[in-house]
Nanobody
Framework: QVELVESGGGLVQAGGSLRLSCTTS????????VAWFRQAPGKQRELVAS???????NVADSVKGRFIISRDNSNKRVHLQMNNLKSEDTAVYYC?????????WGQGTQVTVPS
């Protein structure tokens, strides 16, 4: 059974930084594409950043230059370093792992950046 647990969310002032972590179990992590999504109140869930099994990364234009995704295959973790946070980054952030068209989700962690 695939499990993903996010941590590291919280309240941070605009311009500050947070580092989210996602700890996984029940999967051969190195073979999965792992990603961070976010969902703000009243909005659809959107892809923030992803990293493939081969190590390539993709970051949404809205966070490019501020957010960095990284994976730790040895410890089955994926991180999201978020810098220069803005009020529009306020959302629940979800970790996801996908392989063969099957995606698993974590429960999410709240990030709040007051305006």
């Amino acid at each position: 059974q695939v499990e993903l647990v996010e941590s590291g969310g919280g309240l941070v002032q605009a311009g500050g930084s947070l580092r989210l972590s996602c700890t996984t179990s029940g999967l051969t992590f190195s073979r999965y594409t792992v990603a961070w999504f976010r969902q703000a109140p009243g909005k659809q869930r959107e892809l923030v950043a992803s990293t493939s099994s081969g190590g390539s990364t993709n970051v949404a234009d809205s966070v490019k230059g501020r957010f960095i995704i990284s994976r730790d295959n040895s410890n089955k973790r994926v991180h999201l370093q978020m810098n220069n946070l803005k009020s529009e980054d306020t959302a629940v952030y979800y970790c996801a792992a996908e392989r063969g068209g099957v995606r698993s989700w974590g429960q999410g962690t709240q990030v709040t950046v007051p305006s």
